[in-house]
């Protein structure tokens, strides 16, 4: 990686998905970085040279970068020497669907003995019109000559270092020239194309670029309601749709629905934005009915499939809203499991990487270290997580471990001839079912 000239002192808030990745990123480009989280376990985790998070490469950058990267619970301690404050905290979703921005406001708070500061930029998803209002509250609390940006992250879980360091473009909103420069300077060694534009317009490329992804899912899903109606097969016809290079192939992938820490809370934030703005976005709201929708879906078609599941036992294959991280955030899996539960059934859950859960639904199911310890003598199966582990599973011998194999592919993973032949009554989303032949 090109060493950047010059070199910052950077301070990171927030060590989660967004700022523990940019932080070790930052550290990589060949900045001093500081990251202060408020939670005293992720920093110690991090003392202790264990990574709190799992993030595909994170671990070997940050150990690749110890002596340019230092974590603290103290706020006063990590902005002393700063010059440049990157926001990561969290911005979760209020009751009311607007963005919950008490984190962003103690950072700003915290800032008053910032003596060596350039800039603050703002990467947690904010509603547009932040800016304007950070900006006030910095020029009120004694830093006026302190720039402000907005540098939005389109990284994705589970590859999250690979796109902070070869994005498809940098996102800079800016106050001025020369905070836009630093910004750039910032990312010197990172080979993308910087787009320069208003405060107010970066943070619209973010929501815009989030709701759009979903959208695109959304309408995967009705389609794929609209094949199984009609016979047609959602996976033919998203693969030819997708060639049209106006179109493209990605997030046309039929399934549960999008969960995680970013789609279900910017979608609604975006709609609480156009409310408050006095729009109405039918548009969106459809993509979140029919986002809703996916999970309950699935658990109504598998129980008209069992002829009801009181009593009967269904293996939960994932529990990770996607696979290639332990994130349990808005995962569909949540909605299945206590789905399942409400309607009678005992649920075994499997799952690589995802946390052990004591809370409802999941204190009420049982979690099972092995997929056949999930699957033996179960009434059926229901894949929430496209785990490798699953698409490479051996299905033959599951299949005799079941007490009547019944699989729901909620992640059309697997192929329906090959399951039918295995013996499987098969259920996918948006292809025709296949049904266990009588012997
Ligand atoms: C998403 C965006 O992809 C990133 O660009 C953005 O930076 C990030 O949110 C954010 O705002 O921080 P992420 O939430 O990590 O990233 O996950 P994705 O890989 O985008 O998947 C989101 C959900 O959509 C998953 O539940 C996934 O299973 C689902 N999905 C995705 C589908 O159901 N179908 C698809 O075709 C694609």
Known sequence: MNQPSPAYRVTVFGAGYIGLVAGACFAELGHSVTVRDIQPERIAALHAGS???YEPGLAALIARNTARLHFTL???EAVRDAEVVFVCVDTPPMASGDADLSRVWAVIEALTEATHLTAVVMK?????????????????????H?????????????????????????VIGADDDTVAKLLVDLHHGVDAPAEIMDVASAEMVKLTANALLATKISFTNEIAALCEATGADITKVTRATGMDH???????QAGLGYGGSCFPKDSRALRALASNAGHTFPLLSAVIDVNDLQPRRSVKRLAHELGGLAGRTVALLGMTFKPGTDDMREAPSTVIASRLLAEGAHVRCWDPVAPDLHHEPWASTDRCADLHGALADA????????????????WRHCATLMRAPVLFDGRNLLDPDHMR???????????????????
């Open 74 to 76: 103290d706020a006063e």
């Open 421 to 439: 032949d295995l013996g499987y009554t098969y259920l996918s989303v948006g292809r025709p079912p296949v049904r266990r032949q009588a012997p």
């Open 246 to 252: 106006r179109l493209g192939p990605h997030f046309m």
């Open 124 to 144: 947690s998803t904010v509603p547009v019109g932040t800016g304007t209002r950070v900006r006030k509250a910095l020029d009120a609390s004694g830093l006026a």
């Open 379 to 394: 009434d059926a199966a229901l894949i929430a997580t496209e785990w490798p582990h699953l698409r490479e599973a051996d």
């Open 146 to 170: 302190v720039h402000y940006a907005s540098n939005p992250e389109f990284t994705a879980e589970g590859r999250a270092v690979e796109d902070f360091l070869r994005p498809d473009r940098i």
């Open 51 to 53: 990574v709190p998070i």
